[in-house]
């Protein structure tokens, strides 16, 4: 219904209304009445935006029982027609109601729905970030596991070469038994070469058959590379301090100048002169005083083997 509808409909009950309040001698019926108040509440109501049709309805009917009571005033006609305009009235209420929880559920469902989108979008993007992370976090484990597998490839590839260099020392050194003192100390393995076959009397200068035996002695320590040596340099008690200790020194250089031109690292080996200082037997007799000039090779345990 246009506005200029509407308001042409509501001048003309207006001019209703006045005049029936003109028929002062005749009061309006209860209906009458009844179906005033039902369309006042129908028009004031959400009605009157929801279905202004069904309002404009009952507004025609209470217009036409108004007219009738005009015309008759005690005719059962207004009675019949007033009741008719309040039906209209309470269907149009009715049907606002219906259609405001109508309209109350749309816009639940649609907000429901924005909800909804919202929430499945939110659970789809953690969804991929949670693929992204677990897709990162698998290739960080395969990565580490193929550094466990490299780790131990090599590390059973140093335990192979380490048990070959141990059992290559190990045959060595069962070798250089045939020519030399071996033994287990505290401070490693000791390898004891008698000074009267390494040298001459008084002399710092190797025999030839000394070389042969260190050489032996150079191939048994290449074997155990890593390891520090400490070549010292023996003598009997026989002759001044200084010079014992001087020619102990000058035997334990010439023996570790060997060594090093026989192969092993100059940084490995060290010569030191004990002199008389250490005696492993009586200087008194000649037996004793032979086997106190001797050189002594130690090697050191490995301080990096476990």
């Known amino acids: 219904m246009s506005p200029r509808n509407y308001a042409t409909m509501l001048g003309c009950c207006s001019a209703i209304a006045l005049a029936v309040a003109g028929c002062a001698s005749t009061p309006a019926p209860r209906e009458l009445l009844d179906a005033r108040q039902s369309y006042d509440r129908a028009h004031d109501g959400p009605a009157r935006e929801l279905v202004p049709a069904q309002v ?39 049907q606002a109601a219906l259609a405001a929880d109508y309209r109350d559920k749309a816009r639940a469902q649609q907000d429901l729905g924005r909800m909804q989108a919202a929430s499945q979008a939110r659970a ?27 780790q131990e490839q090599q590390l059973t590839a140093e335990q192979r070469a380490r048990r070959d260099a141990e059992r290559r020392a190990s045959a060595a050194i069962a070798s250089l038994e045939k020519i030399a003192l071996v033994k287990e100390e505290a401070r490693g393995l000791v390898i004891t070469l008698n000074g009267s076959v390494l040298f001459a009397t008084g002399e710092s200068t190797l025999l030839p058959i000394a070389k042969d035996r260190l050489h032996e002695v150079a191939l048994a320590l290449i074997d155990n590379s890593g390891s ?11 002759g001044s301090q200084s010079r014992n200790e001087e ?56 301080s990096s083997a476990p």
């Open 124 to 150: 789809q993007s953690e969804l991929s970030q949670t693929r992204k992370e677990v897709a990162s976090q698998q290739q960080e484990i395969a990565s580490q596991r193929q550094m466990l597998v490299n």
């Open 56 to 94: 404009l309805a009952a507004e025609q009917a209470l217009a036409r029982a108004e007219q009738a009571f005009i015309d008759q005033p005690d005719a059962q006609r207004t009675r019949d027609l007033a009741y008719i305009a309040q039906r209209r009235a309470e269907i149009a209420e009715a």
């Open 247 to 302: 020619l102990s020194r000058r035997r334990a250089e010439a023996v570790r100048d060997y060594l090093v031109a026989e192969g092993i690292e100059v940084h490995r080996i060290t010569a030191i002169g004990v002199g008389p200082n250490r005696p492993i037997a009586d200087n008194k007799t000649p037996e004793g005083r032979a086997n106190n000039r001797r050189v002594e090779i130690v090697v050191q345990r490995d």
């Open 228 to 238: 520090k040596i400490v070549v010292e340099g023996h003598t009997d008690a026989i």
